[in-house]
Structures are given as structure tokens and as C-alpha cells.
């Protein structure tokens, strides 16, 4: 119980500090950004740019799908000449391996709500 009093305690004193800075913070986000912001912020504007990004994500498939096939044979390559593999190039693979792994570590325990024994049942 008095863990979860101590933990109430610090999202009191998290909110309490954006209630007093947030609005500073908010301005100066919206001022540094300012060339981004679309005027007049109407709801057909906001509709025009989710198609935009819609149809321009859906005319990048073809380039990402080839990009996907190019990477896949290469792989396939490295394997079938694995005997032109040298420690360099293992050594890479093997640290690209392990990046993905830390990757998925570092989700799933973000994922459980920063806990590294389990989930809050």
C-alpha cells in the first residue's frame, strides 16, 4: 500500500509541474514549429492532408517492396557464398542480431508498463 501511496504521490507532483509549466512548454513547442502548422486549421484541411499522407504512403509500396526483395537476395547471396563470409561482415550480423533483440527486450518491457518481472494483473 505504501508503495502505490509514494507512486501516487509522484504523478501529484508530475501533474502539479505541468499545470504550472505545460502552457510555456506548449507555446514554445507550437512557435518552434510554426512553419508546419496548416492555416486556416479547417476539417477539410485536416481531411485533404490524411489523404495526401494516405495516397503517398499507398505509392511508396512498390519502391519498398522492391527494396524488400533486393535486401532478401542479398541475404539469400551471403548464404549461399558463406564461404567468402568473413569475420567483419559475421561480426556485423551478429551485432545487428543482437540490436533486434535488445529492441524487442526494451518493447515488451515497455509494453508490461516498465516491469522487468511480469504484468500488473
Known amino acids: 500500500m505504501a508503495s502505490k ?10 501533474s502539479n509541474f ?3 509549466n505545460g502552457n510555456i512548454y506548449y507555446k514554445q513547442f507550437v512557435e ?9 486549421p479547417t476539417i477539410e ?7 495526401q499522407l494516405f495516397y503517398t504512403r499507398l505509392a511508396s509500396i512498390p519502391g519498398r517492396y522492391e527494396a524488400f526483395w533486393k535486401e532478401a537476395d542479398s541475404l539469400k547471396n ?5 564461404q567468402e563470409l568473413n569475420v567483419e561482415n559475421a561480426g556485423l550480423a551478429a ?4 540490436e533486434c533483440y ?4 526494451g518493447g ?3 509494453g508490461r508498463g516498465f516491469t522487468f518481472t511480469g504484468y500488473y494483473v
Open 5 to 14: 501511496v509514494s507512486s501516487l504521490q509522484k504523478v501529484v507532483q508530475a
Open 18 to 20: 505541468l499545470v504550472k
Open 32 to 40: 518552434q514549429n510554426k512553419h508546419h502548422i496548416q492555416e486556416p
Open 45 to 51: 484541411k485536416c481531411q485533404t492532408l490524411a489523404k
Open 78 to 82: 551471403a548464404l549461399i557464398n558463406r
Open 95 to 98: 551485432l545487428f542480431g543482437l
Open 102 to 105: 535488445a529492441w524487442f527486450c
Open 108 to 110: 515488451e518491457i515497455i
